[in-house]
């Protein structure tokens, strides 16, 4: 068992594909997706007309009771194609529907060739071939596409490629990438959609109401039942489905863009880092922002000097930057709010401005500034990443309390995100405040045996809590009246 690993980075292929400047694409099967590519992407979709036009014949959907009725219909129409030598391309919806159909030509005794996940590298070898007279092919309808098939001279005179679909996709454009596979360039084709009442997608979409027309017909076994008000039915389940799967999409982009924000301010700041930029002016900015942000926590605006807590504050930045004031406590009493705060600011740069002296040259400062600033930013926008997971992972249940899931995120994400730019502040500074500058002291030699004594420790026992956490948003168990997170909780 290994820890789990840390997501360093992550995007959405929807905001990955925004980045980009301009965008176009070209496909056979985008106009059921039209809303979508409007919605996301802010592209139009254009059906451009065939070079030459389509001599392919699609037959409506055939309806079978049972899913053994509707197998035994494939088998035979597939009987009759083989003995014309017209070529068949059985399309399936997954590998194991089609090694199923493979079971039953065997037992007929026609000779097929089956492509799927298993022979990948024959994918386009396989499909190919099955223009010529008389090949049978059985594929998943995601294998082979993209791939021209070629009808012979005999293949062509018998009628062309037959497609078979032996159940429809929940999306219509995977059936019309099947369909499409047949009458190419003015080919002469013909497609059929082979259906049954207990396939999945009519599972979820009514087929008990058909079951009840089916059983009061009383339709014989085997028998096929055509009609456009049915293929009209499919097609309005396929687009239910589609349109759920498309809300599924637009929600998970809902709440990255509230990610997608965040991220772009962290990597428009890295990016400065990387590229070598002087961070001087923006460590600065950030020594006196802290001591701000210190001098807010502890003391209010309205309140009088003799009730600031001045101890507090002297703890919590001491903790941060060692500044060493040369006024007493009466003095400090003395000055305004505001005059207090540029006397600290002024003292805490005045201190890296000595630690900045300490270094032999400039640069090595600036380099060093870098790369606190890229640990510490790494490290906390990887958490933030965990943080904002966890939240979203259970952010649903706000719906239960009438309160809109993508808001809620949106304010709490916020709020996140403040507390991780103030904590990459804090720690940033700290480190850069404590750094000390070695200096080279010749030392004489001497071999050392270092050994552990973890060895002898055993087996560790999980630690215990002594008293029950508190959360970042709680109040204070000082008693100081502050939330825990803006008081003894503050992580520098």
């Given at each position: 068992?290994?820890?789990?690993?840390?997501?360093?980075?992550?995007?959405?292929?929807?905001?990955?594909?925004?980045?980009?400047?301009?965008?176009?694409?070209?496909?056979?099967?985008?106009?059921?997706?039209?809303?979508?590519?409007?919605?996301?992407?802010?592209?139009?979709?254009?059906?451009?007309?065939?070079?030459?036009?389509?001599?392919?014949?699609?037959?409506?959907?055939?309806?079978?009771?049972?899913?053994?009725?509707?197998?035994?219909?494939?088998?035979?129409?597939?009987?009759?194609?083989?003995?014309?030598?017209?070529?068949?391309?059985?399309?399936?919806?997954?590998?194991?529907?089609?090694?199923?159909i493979s079971a039953l030509l065997k037992k007929e005794g026609i000779p097929h060739k089956v492509l799927n996940a298993k022979y990948h590298e024959l994918e386009a070898e396989i499909v190919a071939e099955a223009g010529?007279?008389?090949?049978?092919?059985?594929?998943?309808?995601?294998?082979?596409?993209?791939?021209?098939?070629?009808?012979?001279?005999?293949?062509?005179?018998?009628?062309?490629?037959?497609?078979?679909?032996?159940?429809?996709?929940?999306?219509?454009?995977?059936?019309?990438?099947?369909?499409?596979?047949?009458?190419?360039?003015?080919?002469?084709?013909?497609?059929?959609?082979?259906?049954?009442?207990?396939?999945?997608?009519?599972?979820?979409?009514?087929?008990?109401?058909?079951?009840?027309?089916?059983?009061?017909?009383?339709?014989?076994?085997?028998?096929?039942?055509?009609?456009?008000?049915?293929?009209?039915?499919?097609?309005?389940?396929?687009?239910?489905?589609?349109?759920?799967?498309?809300?599924?999409?637009?929600?998970?982009?809902?709440?990255?863009?509230?990610?997608?924000?965040?991220?772009?301010?962290?990597?428009?700041?890295?990016?400065?880092?990387?590229?070598?930029?002087?961070?001087?002016?923006?460590?600065?900015?950030?020594?006196?922002?802290?001591?701000?942000?210190?001098?807010?926590?502890?003391?209010?605006?309205?309140?009088?000097?003799?009730?600031?807590?001045?101890?507090?504050?002297?703890?919590?930045?001491?903790?941060?930057?060692?500044?060493?004031?040369?006024?007493?406590?009466?003095?400090?009493?003395?000055?305004?709010?505001?005059?207090?705060?540029?006397?600290?600011?002024?003292?805490?740069?005045?201190?890296?401005?000595?630690?900045?002296?300490?270094?032999?040259?400039?640069?090595?400062?600036?380099?060093?500034?870098?790369?606190?600033?890229?640990?510490?930013?790494?490290?906390?926008?990887?958490?933030?990443?965990?943080?904002?997971?966890?939240?979203?992972?259970?952010?649903?249940?706000?719906?239960?309390?009438?309160?809109?899931?993508?808001?809620?995120?949106?304010?709490?994400?916020?709020?996140?995100?403040?507390?991780?730019?103030?904590?990459?502040?804090?720690?940033?500074?700290?480190?850069?405040?404590?750094?000390?500058?070695?200096?080279?002291?010749?030392?004489?030699?001497?071999?050392?045996?270092?050994?552990?004594?973890?060895?002898?420790?055993?087996?560790?026992?999980?630690?215990?809590?002594?008293?029950?956490?508190?959360?970042?948003?709680?109040?204070?168990?000082?008693?100081?009246?502050?939330?825990?997170?803006?008081?003894?909780?503050?992580?520098?």
């Open positions: 068992v290994k820890r789990e690993s840390k997501t360093l980075a992550t995007i959405t292929f929807q905001n990955f594909f925004n980045k980009y400047d301009k965008k176009a694409g070209m496909t056979g099967t985008a106009l059921t997706e039209e809303k979508e590519f409007r919605d996301i992407y802010s592209m139009d979709v254009v059906a451009i007309p065939t070079n030459r036009p389509v001599a392919r014949i699609d037959h409506d959907d055939a309806v079978f009771k049972t899913k053994k009725e509707k197998l035994h219909a494939v088998i035979e129409e597939i009987k009759k194609s083989y003995a014309k030598g017209q070529p068949v391309l059985v399309g399936t919806i997954n590998i194991d529907a089609s090694e199923e010529r007279h008389g090949a049978v092919t059985i594929a998943t309808n995601m294998a082979g596409r993209g791939t021209d098939i070629k009808l012979d001279d005999e293949a062509r005179a018998a009628g062309g490629l037959k497609v078979l679909g032996t159940e429809r996709h929940e999306s219509r454009r995977i059936d019309n990438q099947l369909r499409g596979r047949s009458g190419r360039q003015g080919d002469p084709g013909e497609s059929k959609f082979y259906i049954s009442l207990e396939d999945d997608i009519m599972r979820l979409f009514g087929s008990e109401r058909l079951m009840s027309v089916f059983n009061a017909l009383g339709v014989p076994e085997n028998e096929e039942i055509q009609h456009k008000s049915l293929s009209k039915t499919i097609e309005r389940a396929q687009k239910k489905i589609e349109g759920n799967n498309f809300g599924i999409r637009k929600n998970l982009l809902e709440f990255d863009k509230v990610n997608n924000e965040q991220r772009e301010i962290i990597y428009s700041e890295r990016e400065k880092v990387l590229n070598g930029d002087n961070m001087r002016d923006a460590i600065v900015k950030m020594i006196t922002d802290v001591v701000e942000n210190e001098v807010d926590t502890y003391i209010g605006d309205n309140q009088p000097s003799s009730e600031w807590d001045l101890a507090g504050l002297n703890q919590s930045i001491l903790e941060i930057m060692p500044i060493k004031l040369s006024l007493t406590k009466d003095e400090i009493l003395n000055l305004s709010k505001a005059e207090f705060k540029q006397t600290l600011k002024a003292a805490a740069v005045k201190l890296y401005e000595d630690k900045e002296a300490e270094f032999p040259e400039p640069e090595q400062i600036r380099e060093i500034e870098r790369i606190v600033l890229l640990k510490v930013i790494d490290r906390k926008w990887m958490d933030h990443i965990d943080d904002m997971d966890q939240l979203k992972q259970g952010i649903g249940l706000m719906a239960y309390g009438q309160k809109d899931p993508v808001v809620e995120y949106k304010m709490q994400g916020y709020e996140m995100f403040e507390n991780m730019i103030l904590n990459i502040r804090f720690e940033t500074i700290k480190m850069l405040m404590h750094l000390q500058v070695e200096q080279k002291v010749e030392r004489e030699e001497v071999t050392q045996v270092t050994g552990t004594n973890k060895d002898d420790e055993g087996v560790k026992k999980p630690k215990h809590r002594d008293v029950a956490k508190v959360y970042p948003n709680d109040p204070c168990p000082c008693g100081s009246g502050k939330k825990y997170k803006h008081c003894c909780g503050r992580t520098h």
